[in-house]
């Protein structure tokens, strides 16, 4: 399946929703809107946030793509889901530790309010009443898309233990044509979690465990453990 890759630099606010922007979809609170440039295949997200407060959001989103010839859909997806270990590895972004410190993008992991399924993706927050871009590539022959903005309420910080596809590596590396870093498989972190109602297609195939604070020491040397007999096998093959 086709995964998109984010320019995550490039996020940023904007003073007002662009003229060419087409809308998405909208609720009484945001409103989700696109431009595209064929020429890069590129597909720029507009999120506004309609309300007098500060809000935190993710952004679900699929397309429709017709590649030499072939109808090629993928399904919605949270925004940061695919690559998020590459994002994280290679300083374009970290997770969220503190609600006093966050940037206007940030990796989290989001819970499913309905069955509880984990998933790593982008948290932004929008200021009252604000508007961000946010650019991604890899739309090439783009018919349509489709996509809406999920309300993200944060619940607490936890250390995870994630063990992650680490043919994503080499997907990012053919889809953006630049070599990266990735980190250990599996990997550590401490992160917000936020709860939605929908956590989308799992783009990058994850296992992840929340750590009890009584047993993080414990679960640093399994982790240890773990990446050891992984180095061994990749040695093998």
């Known amino acids: 399946m086709r995964k998109f890759y984010a320019d995550v630099k490039n996020i940023k606010p904007i003073a007002q929703i662009p003229e060419n922007a087409n809308k998405v979809w909208e609720n009484e609170k945001f409103s989700l809107y696109y431009t595209y440039d064929p020429s890069k295949g590129k597909v720029v997200w507009i999120m506004v946030n309609k309300t007098?407060?500060?809000?935190?959001?993710?952004?679900?989103?699929?397309?429709?793509?017709?590649?030499?010839?072939?109808?090629d859909a993928v399904p919605p997806y949270c925004f940061g889901d695919a690559f998020a270990e590459i994002y994280f590895a290679n300083g374009l972004s970290s997770f969220i530790t503190s609600l006093l410190d966050i940037p206007l993008y940030s990796l989290a992991v989001l819970k499913d309010t309905i069955n509880g399924t984990l998933r790593i993706a982008f948290v932004f927050q929008i200021p009252a009443e604000g508007i961000i871009e946010v650019p991604e590539y890899g739309f090439v022959g783009?018919?349509?898309v489709n996509g809406k903005i999920l309300d993200a309420k944060a619940e607490n910080i936890n250390m995870y233990a994630v063990i992650y596809d680490y043919v994503e590596v080499a997907e990012y590396e053919q889809e953006a044509g630049v070599q990266v870093s990735a980190p250990p498989d599996p990997y550590a972190v401490y992160a917000y979690l936020f709860n939605v109602n929908d956590v989308g297609y799992p783009v990058t195939q994850?296992?992840?465990?929340?750590?009890?604070?009584?047993?993080?020491?414990?679960?640093?040397?399994?982790?240890?453990?773990v990446k050891g007999f992984f180095d061994k096998l990749k040695k093998m093959f």
């Not at 007098?52 to 030499?68: D, T």
């Not at 994850?206 to 750590?211: A, D, P, Q």
């Open 206 to 225: 994850r296992v992840i465990f929340e750590i009890p604070q009584e047993d993080i020491n414990v679960a640093r040397s399994l982790i240890k453990d």
């Open 52 to 71: 007098k407060e500060r809000q935190y959001v993710s952004l679900l989103r699929g397309a429709s793509l017709m590649i030499n010839g072939v109808s």
């Open 142 to 144: 783009l018919q349509s």
